[in-house]
């Protein structure tokens, strides 16, 4: 693929990595006279993995039996998630969706690392400026916004701004004069296991012409945002969205604006028990080949700045949740199937199991006990019928399994914490450790 160069204006070089997180890297069979302080430097230990979906800071945590239900986040895998993003796709500026887990120990240390932030309110912008992000790293992304929130983040600096409608653009005009603003567009989301589609974004043709009024209400009519859709296990679906912003560069070009910035969001995948997914690389050469494809070409049409906006793919594997076991019953005594009840559920963290949608990978203590395994249903503590996790899915668990028991919920970082209702039913929300 051709090489292709960044325009400065919306990205620079990361900030250098928080100094006091840099770890020398072990040196063996060093020869004599060799410095005794070696050049080179890892930023941080890479997290390490005992088992799949469980990091050595994880279990070494949760030896001490934690109460539960509780998530246990390493942000070393969080920092190597980071680093493997930058290092696949170095053309565009990260912008952490901080949606996704918005625990201060992540964001202190992605600001640590240069990241950017994809913010949806006032507060995640407040969260971000509190640990020290600049206001010029953080883009409010969320197309529905109060007027008086976008005059707040205008004067805290923030310069960035999404919008879908004609009525949102306008807000953003009379109150983040001459801010910087992309459009969202409405595309498909198909191979998405988590659909963002509908509710957000407009039509090419509404894009179009929004950004004409952008521009002419003294806004900068920056670019195009989409999203493919969470967990999106299909990495050409950013290519067909490519397409539709490569026709609409020209056509913004044509009317006289000057396009230049492409927001991929996010939708990059967690490995989770359901259908398996491409490797990162699979997803950053397609994205590369495409912009390569549709930009550089004979028409030689600008290559545009380019933002991801990563959640789940930065911080889902970087967690494991643990649930006891309440009750282990059957509806009848001559059925196979048992139902087994955990301290959480869909309304403390498991939000994303609606539908089946998310199928966490989970391990238990009686694993490999000789016992043999068999089909469940897996429900959470409340009063609620559909407070069920998974039905269809065919999990099968232990038959030796009993109330008391712990059950691990793995690449449970993204999308739990944030999910988590403030006390329904009387169940706490998720508590939470960084590890
Ligand atoms: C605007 C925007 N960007 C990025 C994300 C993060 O998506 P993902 O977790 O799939 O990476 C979301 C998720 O809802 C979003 O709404």
Redesign the pocket.
């Known amino acids: 693929m051709a090489p292709f160069a960044l325009r400065a204006d919306v990205i620079s070089a990361p900030r250098p990595a928080d100094p006091a997180a840099t770890v020398p890297l072990p040196v063996t069979g060093e020869p004599h006279g060799a410095p005794a302080h070696p050049t080179l430097c890892l930023v941080s230990r890479p997290p390490e993995w005992v088992a799949p979906g469980l990091t050595r800071k994880m279990a070494a945590f949760l030896a001490n039996r934690p109460a539960t239900p509780c998530l246990v986040v390493d942000g070393d895998v969080v920092e190597e998630n980071y680093r493997a993003l930058r290092a696949a796709l170095p053309e565009a500026a990260v912008f952490y969706?901080v949606?996704?887990n918005p625990a201060r120990p992540l964001v202190a240390r992605l600001v640590g690392l240069g990241s950017r932030f994809?913010t949806?309110s006032l507060a995640e912008i407040d969260l971000c400026l509190s640990l020290g992000a600049e206001p010029a790293h953080l883009s409010f992304?969320?197309t529905i916004k109060k007027a008086r929130d976008i005059a707040a983040a205008f004067d805290r600096g923030v310069s960035l701004y999404?919008f879908d409608a004609e009525e949102e653009v306008r807000k953003i005009a009379a109150h983040a004069p001459g801010a910087r603003v992309f459009c969202?567009l409405l595309i498909d989301n198909t191979g998405a296991e988590?659909p963002?589609t509908r509710k957000?974004g407009c039509t090419p043709a509404m894009a179009r012409d929004l950004l004409r009024l952008a521009d002419r209400l003294g806004l900068e009519a920056a670019g195009l945002?989409f999203?493919v859709?969470?967990?999106?296990t299909d990495p050409t679906q950013w290519d067909r969205a490519l397409e539709t912003c490569a026709t609409l560069f020209r056509d913004l070009r044509a009317d006289g604006l000057t396009p230049s910035l492409i927001n991929l969001?996010?939708?990059?995948p967690s490995q989770y028990a359901g259908r398996p997914v491409p490797a990162l690389d699979v997803y950053a050469a397609g994205i590369r080949a495409a912009v390569s494809r549709l930009f550089d070409g004979p028409a030689s049409d600008l290559i545009p700045n380019l933002i991801v906006?990563?959640?789940?793919?930065l911080v889902g594997n970087a967690g494991v949740l643990e649930t006891e076991v309440v009750l282990v019953s059957r509806k009848d005594a001559g059925e196979d199937r048992r139902w087994v009840y955990l301290d959480t559920g869909r309304f403390n963290g498991l939000a994303e199991t609606e539908a089946e949608a998310i199928r966490y990978p989970i391990t238990t203590d009686r694993d490999g006990d000789g016992s043999g395994i068999g089909p469940v249903v897996l429900a959470g503590p409340t009063c609620d019928s559909a407070d069920v996790l998974y039905d269809k899915a065919g999990v099968r668990l232990p038959l030796s399994l009993r109330a008391g028991d712990r059950l691990r919920l793995l690449s449970t970082g993204?999308?739990t914490t944030t999910y988590a209702s403030v006390g329904f039913n009387g169940f706490a929300p998720l508590e939470a450790h960084y590890v």
């Open positions: 969706a949606k996704a994809d949806a992304g969320n999404a969202r988590w963002l957000f945002s999203h859709g969470s967990q999106q969001g996010g939708g990059l906006e990563p959640g789940r793919g993204a999308y």
